[in-house]
Nanobody
Framework: QVQLVESGGGLVQPGGSLRLSCAAS????????MGWYRQAPGKQRELVAT???????NYAASVKGRFTISRDNAKNTLYLQMNSLKPEDTAVYYC?????????WGQGTQVTVSS
């Protein structure tokens, strides 16, 4: 099974940027879809963005126009570029890989947006 390791989280001021990375333990070329989800304290995990093996993307309304998801199949890595960050973006961000009947998750990386 594929193992996922997120990195790139941290503390950033409102309006700032961060880039999250998700390194996979094996080739992601044929993985049906990958995505980023987040979970804020006291809230359920929610979708941030997904990308299919063909490159089709989908974004939550709250991040559209500010976040960009991408994948580098040669490096087996998924990215999330986050710009114009807001305090409400504060959460633990999780990387996911989705195959038919299986979902794989990373351990999460904390993103805190605060002045």
């Amino acid at each position: 099974q594929v193992q996922l390791v997120e990195s790139g989280g941290g503390l950033v001021q409102p309006g700032g940027s961060l880039r999250l990375s998700c390194a996979a333990s094996e080739s992601i070329f044929s993985i049906n879809a990958m995505g980023w989800y987040r979970q804020a304290p006291g809230k359920q995990r929610e979708l941030v963005a997904t990308i299919t093996s063909s490159g089709r993307t989908n974004y939550a309304a709250s991040v559209k126009g500010r976040f960009t998801i991408s994948r580098d199949n040669a490096k087996n890595t998924l990215y999330l570029q986050m710009n114009s960050l807001k305090p409400e973006d504060t959460a633990v961000y999780y990387c996911g890989a989705f195959e038919i009947g299986h979902a794989y998750w990373g351990q999460g990386t904390q993103v805190t947006v605060s002045s």
